[in-house]
């Protein structure tokens, strides 16, 4: 049971062990459930976490976290931004942005955030009556933050073009502790104002980024070492030497200088994306476990401190102020940054229509209002709300309109299959042309300096996989990937690399050529899905059958049904699907095929 009181929600009565545990169980079921229903939606996993965790804190008080978590709340929110705020910085490499680009980004995590900031106060102090007269400042700062934990996955699903994708990518993380810092530093100025203390000083900022700095880049060096250490020795213990000194890094920062912790995470991650001496894969293990999870967990609590009551008070307001921020101040932000810059319009138009807000917008907020709110700030009980609607309106407003916002202005790369083919034999060849000349996107890897002469000659663009350099690398060479096929000729090799494609792509979507069994050094994966055609069809078969004169032919299916095979001497191997599906034939099922699909057949000579 909750009780309002000067505008902040206090508890009751405390929370037994048995209300914690169910809190925490709830959190944690509700955080992961509904990133797991946005991957079936194909949505923003915010799109769903924010709903949900807003209708838990109506429901039930056990997810609310003053409540649940008491006055570890806010330290838990530091930490767990942090952290994220470090794997971020792990996809910062330097040697993936043009130079101009980086200037660009500067621009726009200065500049930018200026008239942000600025064009957010104004319409703030105009919509809402009855905030203090600097909060309309403070809801500024808050709201100049993107971040990565909903810019990294919208690019991720639109796939813009490379130049648009760094940039967007590179102001998303850095604009997150610059915005903390800037919020940290109005919120003590309304603070003081409110008690009637000293405004903030100048050069405050540039004293908390420089501590932050000086502490991330010791942090770096350090964890290096442990790193280079661990790594040769024990490398499972490489996931808590790095969590152990993030959070050693923040804790120390923010104890010197408040908010400095977020300045020194983004550049521990930032210094280890940028040396190639230690690969930094297992430290990525971040991104599928931890990460998720805090930023699950972390939308959760926030959105489930909100109440209707809270919403419906701001609601019209906030969303005038959500236009004004998508029509009038990003545009205008985007402008001032990237003028007389590399950028084409349709690119800028892009980038101006991409600017949702994300956890930290949304910590930060929960955070200052509760400090103001029982400092009796006027308008403190708001700053939740109002940015609570900003973060919601703006996720699912781009998240559902950045993919064909970027077809429309031709800003984005393919977004059908791409299927990797690994090898580059004759018959190798013949499949990825096949698969090409049937709409597919197709990557190639291949090695031979003959074999990639002759897969240019027949109009494909051959490459050797750099998936193995390191974890930033593999990312980056999987990014559109969506279909894997192994089929060089040593088997070893192709059930190796199939079990590291599926931890990255699924086990639908990587296949191999059908092993010679005995002739493995390897002892082969018992009953294993995914062998191309049939267990018969090795790359020795392939060779012989190409050699004699078999080829790749389409066979268009009419009405439901296509002409029947001969199983002597014809095999399907795909089903593209009218819509650009891809469906591979494997040793144990053959997919469902309906009209205006087409099969590739491998055909023996007539």
């Avoid at 090799?493 to 079990?499: D, E, P, Q, T």
């Avoid at 990255?504 to 294993?528: I, K």
């Amino acid at each position: 049971m909750t009780t309002r009181r000067d505008g902040v929600a206090t508890m009751a009565w405390k929370m037994s062990t048995d209300d914690v545990l169910l809190g925490l169980g709830l959190v944690t079921v509700l955080a992961v459930g509904s990133q797991l229903l946005a991957g079936r939606l194909r949505l923003p996993a915010i799109v769903v976490l924010l709903p949900v965790g807003f209708l838990a804190g109506i429901a039930t008080d056990d997810v609310h976290p003053d409540a649940l978590l008491g006055a570890l709340y806010q330290p838990f929110v530091s930490v767990a931004v942090g952290v994220i705020l470090f794997e971020a910085g792990l996809r910062l490499s330097v040697g993936e942005v043009a130079r101009d680009i980086r200037k660009i980004v500067g621009r726009l995590v200065s500049v930018g955030v200026l008239v942000t900031w600025a064009g957010v106060t104004v319409a703030v102090a105009l919509l809402f009556d009855g905030l203090g007269d600097l909060v309309p400042l403070l809801i500024g700062a808050v709201l100049v933050v993107s971040g990565p934990t909903v810019v990294l996955p919208l690019l991720s699903f639109v796939r813009p073009a490379g130049k648009v994708r760094s940039l967007l990518m590179w102001e998303g993380v850095l604009v997150d502790p610059v915005g903390a810092l800037l919020g940290v530093l109005v919120f003590h100025a309304v603070l003081a104002a409110g008690s009637g203390g000293q405004r903030w000083r100048p050069g405050e900022m540039l004293l908390s980024v420089g501590v932050g700095a000086l502490v991330g880049a010791v942090a770096a060096a350090i964890l290096w070492v442990l790193l280079r250490e661990t790594q040769r020795t024990a490398p499972r213990q490489a996931v808590p030497a790095v969590l152990m000194m993030v959070v050693a890094a923040l804790v120390c920062a923010d104890l010197i200088r408040e908010d400095a912790g977020f300045v020194a995470t983004t550049l521990m991650g930032a210094v280890l994306a940028n040396q190639r001496r230690i690969d930094v894969s297992l430290m990525l293990e971040f991104h599928g476990t931890l990460v998720q999870l805090l930023i699950g967990v972390l939308f959760v609590l926030i959105a489930a401190s909100v109440s209707p009551s809270d919403v419906n008070a701001v609601l019209p307001g906030a969303l005038v102020l959500v236009a004004a921020m998508v029509v009038v101040i990003r545009p205008l932000a985007v402008a001032v940054a990237t003028w007389r810059s590399g950028l084409t319009l349709r690119e800028r138009a892009f980038v101006a229509w991409m600017a949702p807000r994300g956890i930290v917008a949304g910590a930060t907020a929960s955070a200052f209002g509760l400090a103001l709110a029982q400092a009796k700030v006027a308008g403190a009980e708001d700053i939740l709300p109002i940015v609570f609607v900003a973060i919601f309106a703006t996720v699912v407003l781009y998240g559902l309109t950045a993919a064909p916002v970027a077809r429309l202005l031709g800003v984005a790369e393919t977004t059908g299959r791409v299927v990797l083919v690994v090898g580059g034999s004759q018959w190798a060849r013949a499949i990825a042309q096949a698969l090409k000349a049937s709409g597919l996107g197709v990557r190639l890897w291949s090695g031979r300096a003959d074999d990639q002469v002759a897969a240019r000659a027949v109009g494909l663009q051959p490459d050797r996989g750099r998936m193995m350099l390191d974890a930033v690398s593999r990312e980056a060479e999987l990014e559109d990937v969506t279909d894997a096929l192994l089929l060089t000729a040593n088997d070893d090799f192709n059930a190796l690399a199939a079990v590291a494609l599926r931890t990255e792509l699924g086990h639908g979507r990587v296949f191999r050529v059908a092993p010679e069994v005995e002739e493995m050094d390897l002892v082969a994966p018992p009953d294993e899905a995914g062998i191309l055609g049939a267990e018969s069809l090795t790359s020795a078969e392939l060779r012989r059958r190409f050699a004699n004169g078999a080829r790749l032919v389409e066979a268009p299916v009419d009405g439901g049904s296509r002409r029947a095979a001969r199983p002597d001497r014809e095999l399907a191997l795909f089903v593209v699907t009218a819509a650009g599906a891809l469906h591979v034939v494997t040793d144990r099922e053959e997919p469902p095929t309906r009209a205006g699909d087409t099969v590739i057949v491998l055909a023996d000579e007539q």
